[in-house]
C-alpha cells in the first residue's frame, strides 16, 4: 500500500470539488479531507473492496466539512448536513443526476454517524471510518505504517487538532440537538489531541 497506489478520479466533478475545497477551506482542513480520503482507500483495500464508486467517495471526502467554513455555516442544520447540501449543489453543476447529487449528501451526512453499515452505505462507512481515524485515532494500527508515514508527510495534520477542536465545540453550542454535541460530548477534543498521528506526523 503506497501513496502512489491512489490517484484522484479525472473526473469534471472530483475536479471541482478539489479546486473548492482548496479555495474555501484552510490548509488543515484541505488536508484532513485529502487524509480521510485516502485513509478509505487503504481501508477498502484492506477489506478487498473493488467495487466502491470511486468519484464518489473522492467527492463526498474533498467536501465532507465544508459546513465548518463560514460561508456554509447554516444556522440551523448540521455541519455535515450543509456540506451535503453544498456538495450536491456543486456535483448539479458538474451534470450529476438527481440520484446521484442525493448519494453525496448522503455520504457526508452518514460520516458523522457513530458507525455505518457497510451494506447501506459502502462509501458511507469507508468516510465514516476514514475520518474517525484522522480525527479520534481509530483503527490507525490497522493501516501498514508505512503508509501512514507517507501520508502524513505528503499531507501534514498541521493545526487540525486545534483548528477542527475549535469549530465542532462552537457548533455544538449553538447546535445542540446536532452530531457536532455528540462528538464533544464524547471527548473530540481529548481525541484530537490523543491522536497517534499526531506524533507519527510531528
Same mark, same amino acid.
Request: proline share 11%; glycine share 6%; net charge negative.
Given at each position: 500500500m503506497r501513496l502512489a497506489d491512489f490517484?484522484?478520479?479525472d473526473t469534471q466533478a472530483a475536479r471541482a470539488a478539489y479546486e473548492f475545497a482548496a479555495?474555501?477551506?484552510?490548509p488543515a482542513l484541505l488536508n484532513h479531507c485529502i487524509r480521510s480520503w485516502l485513509w478509505a482507500l487503504g481501508f477498502a483495500e484492506l477489506d478487498g473492496g473493488d467495487d466502491?464508486? %470511486?468519484?464518489l467517495l473522492y467527492v463526498a471526502a474533498l467536501l465532507h466539512d465544508l459546513g465548518l467554513v463560514e460561508e456554509f455555516d447554516n444556522v440551523t442544520l448540521s455541519y455535515e448536513d450543509a456540506g #451535503? %447540501?453544498?456538495?450536491?449543489? &456543486?456535483?448539479? #453543476? =458538474?451534470g450529476w443526476p438527481a440520484e446521484r447529487r442525493t448519494r453525496v449528501h448522503e455520504v457526508i451526512v452518514r460520516h458523522n454517524w457513530p458507525t455505518v453499515?457497510?451494506? &447501506?452505505? =459502502?462509501e458511507g462507512h469507508l468516510l465514516e471510518i476514514a475520518t474517525g481515524l484522522d480525527i479520534s485515532g481509530v483503527r490507525a494500527d490497522l493501516l501498514p505504517l508505512a503508509f501512514r508515514e507517507e501520508v &502524513?508527510? =505528503?499531507?501534514?495534520r498541521l493545526s487540525i487538532a486545534a483548528e477542527f477542536g475549535a469549530c465542532v465545540t462552537d457548533q455544538a453550542a449553538r447546535k445542540p440537538t446536532t452530531q457536532a454535541a455528540r462528538i464533544v460530548a464524547n471527548g473530540v477534543v481529548r481525541k484530537l489531541a490523543e491522536n497517534p &498521528?499526531? =506524533?507519527l506526523g510531528a
Open positions: 490517484t484522484p478520479p479555495e474555501r477551506q484552510t466502491i464508486d %470511486h468519484e #451535503g %447540501h453544498v456538495a450536491a449543489a &456543486l456535483t448539479a #453543476g =458538474a453499515d457497510p451494506a &447501506l452505505d =459502502a &502524513l508527510a =505528503a499531507f501534514p &498521528l499526531e =506524533a
